[in-house]
């Protein structure tokens, strides 16, 4: 029981009295009746009282919301941030990821030439492997675009 709730039960408190004795006296278990005035009264600071808890419940509602939007906008700030750092530009996902990057012979055009063959052929494993990693790393990389 918050103190909001205490506040209405003890505004209602005085209108319970007087409507209990009211109908004791028409019941004829009190010989005087309140007087008329009371019933008034009663319902006014009932009134007031209830007008008070339902500003407080308000204000209470409103301060839970801001809240509530405040942590949400937090975590959408971090989500956000989260995905900026991990976002991949669009040049980066369209990027060709052939094997081929460059000429693979000799750009003189000598093919018979034995210092250059055993050159190319030994570099072309270690640039598939290498690109090969590339491409690993750039499929795992989430993108920023929708999709």
Not at 31 to 46: C, K
Not at 73 to 81: F, G, I, K
Not at 92 to 119: F, Y
């Amino acid at each position: 029981m918050t103190l909001r709730d205490l506040l209405l039960v003890l505004g209602a408190v005085p209108l319970l009295g007087v409507v209990a004795m009211r109908l004791a006296s028409e019941m004829g278990l009190v010989n005087e009746a309140p007087p008329s005035d009371a019933l008034t009264i009663a319902f006014g600071v009932f009134g007031f009282v209830f007008v008070s808890y339902v500003a407080l419940t308000l204000r209470s509602i409103a301060t839970a919301t801001r809240d509530i939007l405040a942590r949400e906008t937090e975590a959408a700030q971090r989500e956000a941030a989260a995905l900026r750092k991990a976002a991949v530009s669009d040049f980066a996902i369209h990027l060709d990821r052939s094997a081929e990057v460059g000429p693979l012979e000799d750009p003189a055009g000598d093919a018979d030439d034995g210092a250059s063959a055993p050159h190319a052929r030994g570099a072309e494993p270690a640039r598939s492997e290498l690109f090969g990693e590339v491409s690993d790393l750039l499929t795992r990389i989430p993108s920023a675009r929708s999709r």
